[in-house]
């Protein structure tokens, strides 16, 4: 199968007319060499990576306004189609914010928090050899939480839809000891919906944010080399794709002398990427996961309290092992996870939680399958536990919660080679 490299030959160069003028007799004018502008490059194709910046939100919540702000960051994915030297392309990024402050100019004395943005975006630039400069729009998606300072407990969490534009720049720094890389920089703006809060009486909060990011992206052209002798599939390199999970988690709570416990569950879905090194059959790897998830469940807590859950996100990262036999890939992996809840009282008033987090370790096991040279499925089982109990003050009760869970994952990713 052929490869696509970043530094190609393309057509187009500076044409330098002849400094001789034609004489009496016609002497033909010469010409110059033939040169290119701007070095070769080839921006078509699949590319993934990590986005990491500065956001900051405006708020208009309950006749107060304000601006808060904080870090996001999160993993992405494109692909990129090139016409000459214009590039037309669509990407998606899930990224998780920590965006969030007091809006105290309110009727309510109010805190806002805005949880993780979804993007699908158009882009379109233009090659210029070593750099793509572009500008991109389309589609935003969010959570936020809303609560009320005075009580503490009184809050609310909605999802938000609108849009977003934004401009960048990528660079094609080349080949790496990673394979060919892009760095980028870029500025995002997401103009979202108002929605009804129930705070208070109940609360119109609108929203619009602006983001400073960095990203470091793994683009098509290559692959590290391969230290593989006895299989005929390369494992090596990086990856990256969808994937869609169903999960079934625990939620344990103690307090008061009392313990308790219910049960959520739900689907999944988000994007995962690694990168894997090979030594003959053993083939070693990072591999990491941003889900949304929407773990769903009731039960009781100490206190009486009879309690809404919804498990919203989930980030893992692990070290994977496997042992590759022909287009198979088994592997066992671990490492850590962290996840958010949100959780309501509905028997009591005013008492909600919309982010409640949770760290915890993983094991696992599964299996990859290359479809083709390029395509890969997945298969695989996960467990989750927490590290140790995690207390919401939930109620204003002191309440210890541990959560495991269970999850069955499917995945299709696109190697880069």
């Known amino acids: 199968m052929s490869r696509l490299?970043?530094?190609?030959?393309?057509?187009?160069?500076?044409?330098?007319?002849?400094a001789g003028l034609a004489s009496a007799a016609d002497i033909p004018a010469a010409t110059s060499p033939v040169y290119s502008a701007f070095p070769a490059s080839n921006w078509e194709g699949f590319y993934a990576g990590s986005l990491v910046g500065y956001g900051w939100a405006d708020f208009d919540v309950g006749g107060g306004?304000?601006?808060?702000?904080?870090?996001?960051?999160?993993?992405?994915?494109?692909?990129?189609?090139?016409?000459?030297?214009?590039?037309?392309?669509?990407?998606?990024?899930?990224?998780?914010?920590?965006?969030?402050?007091?809006?105290?100019?309110?009727?309510?004395?109010?805190?806002?928090?805005?949880?993780?943005?979804?993007?699908?975006?158009?882009?379109?630039?233009?090659?210029?050899?070593?750099?793509?400069?572009?500008?991109?729009?389309?589609?935003?998606?969010?959570?936020?939480?809303?609560?009320?300072?005075?009580t503490g407990f009184d809050g609310d969490n909605q999802h938000?839809?609108?849009?977003?534009?934004g401009a960048g720049v990528d660079v094609d720094i080349g080949e790496t000891f990673v394979g060919?890389?892009?760095?980028?920089?870029?500025?995002?703006?997401?103009?979202?919906?108002?929605?009804?809060?129930?705070?208070?009486?109940?609360?119109?909060?609108?929203?619009s944010s602006h983001f400073i990011r960095g990203a470091i992206i793994s683009k098509i052209g290559g692959r590290s080399p391969s230290h593989s002798t006895e299989t005929s599939?390369?494992?090596?390199?990086?990856?990256?794709?969808?994937?869609?999970?169903?999960?079934?988690?625990?939620?344990?709570?103690?307090?008061?002398?009392?313990?308790?416990?219910?049960?959520a569950d739900g689907p999944a879905g988000g994007i995962y990427s690694g990168r894997n090194w090979q030594w003959g059959n053993v083939v070693a790897g990072l591999d990491g996961s941003l889900l949304l998830t929407d773990f769903k469940g009731s039960g009781s807590q100490p206190g009486g309290f009879d309690t809404d859950f919804r498990n919203n996100i989930q980030g893992d990262a692990r070290l994977r092992l496997g042992y590759a036999v022909g287009d198979f890939l088994?592997?066992?992996?671990?490492?850590?996870?962290?996840?958010?809840?949100?959780?309501?009282?509905?028997?009591?008033?005013?008492?909600?939680?919309?982010?409640?987090?949770a760290k915890l370790w993983n094991v696992g096991a599964g299996v990859d399958y290359r479809l083709t040279e390029t395509i890969s499925l997945r298969g695989e089982y996960m467990y989750v536990q927490s590290f140790d109990a995690k207390s919401p003050e939930f109620g204003g009760i002191a309440t210890d919660q541990e959560l495991d869970a269970h999850e069955v994952r499917f995945g299709a990713a696109y190697h880069f080679n």
């Not at 490299?5 to 002849?18: D, E, K, N, Q, R």
């Not at 992996?333 to 008492?351: H, L, P």
């Open 65 to 150: 306004n304000a601006v808060v702000d904080g870090t996001t960051g999160g993993p992405l994915i494109g692909y990129n189609w090139q016409s000459g030297s214009f590039v037309y392309g669509l990407e998606g990024d899930l990224t998780l914010h920590e965006i969030r402050g007091n809006i105290n100019e309110s009727v309510i004395p109010t805190e806002a928090d805005t949880l993780y943005s979804a993007h699908v975006r158009g882009r379109v630039g233009y090659d210029l050899g070593w750099a793509l400069p572009y500008i991109a729009g389309g589609f935003a998606a969010n959570e936020s939480y809303v609560r009320d300072q005075a």
């Open 233 to 263: 599939t390369d494992w090596s390199g990086a990856y990256a794709g969808l994937m869609v999970a169903y999960g079934s988690m625990n939620v344990s709570t103690s307090g008061g002398g009392i313990d308790d416990g219910f049960d």
């Open 160 to 165: 938000l839809f609108g849009w977003t534009v």
């Open 180 to 207: 060919p890389v892009t760095l980028r920089v870029e500025y995002l703006y997401e103009d979202l919906s108002s929605e009804l809060f129930a705070v208070g009486g109940g609360m119109d909060v609108s929203q």
């Open 330 to 357: 088994p592997f066992i992996a671990g490492g850590v996870s962290w996840t958010r809840s949100e959780q309501e009282a509905t028997n009591v008033s005013d008492t909600h939680r919309g982010r409640v987090p």
């Open 5 to 18: 490299f970043p530094h190609l030959p393309i057509s187009g160069a500076a044409l330098i007319l002849s």
